[in-house]
């Protein structure tokens, strides 16, 4: 083996050494590659899923509007049913005072009228038999 063999034999065993250390560290660079892109995977499998649930809770979002707006619409039904009980609750004892009002001025003045002529019977009988109206 002359000189240059040893030399080139030096050389490539050294070379081989340096592209070993490569190969190792790139080895190590796929490794840690794979790995984030795994990661990246479930990161975007994880966006996906979020994606459809915000698709989901938007739906129930407005499914929930929508009863919202129904039951306002009946609690509004109700409110108008029940002031409208309330108010006439409220008004009864002015319409039963009208009505007592009446009853009385009725009364008074069927009595007054009753009175009235009552006395003029009875002076048109006093009359008749005092004998002055034929006369």
Do not use: Y
């Not at 190969?23 to 975007?44: F, H, M, N, Q, Y």
């Not at 129904?70 to 039963?96: C, H, W, Y």
């Not at 009595?111 to 109206?133: D, E, F, K, R």
Request: glycine fraction near 6%; avoid cysteine; proline fraction near 1%.
């Amino acid at each position: 083996m002359t000189e240059n063999d040893r030399v080139l034999l030096v050389e490539t065993a050294e070379r081989s050494k340096s592209n070993t250390h490569q190969i190792g560290e790139i080895k190590d660079d796929v490794r840690e590659l794979k790995a984030d892109s795994k990661a990246t995977l479930k990161l975007a499998t994880a966006v996906e899923m979020i994606a459809r649930d915000m698709s989901h809770m938007r739906e129930d979002l407005t499914e929930v509007k929508q009863g919202q707006l129904v039951m306002s619409e009946k609690v509004a039904d109700q409110l108008g049913a029940v002031n409208t009980r309330v108010t006439n609750i409220e008004q009864k004892p002015f319409r039963d005072f009208q009505e007592a009002k009446k009853e009385i001025k009725s009364k008074v003045i069927s009595t007054v009228v009753g009175v009235v002529v009552t006395a003029l019977l009875s002076v048109l009988g006093t009359i008749v038999a005092a004998g002055l109206l034929g006369k």
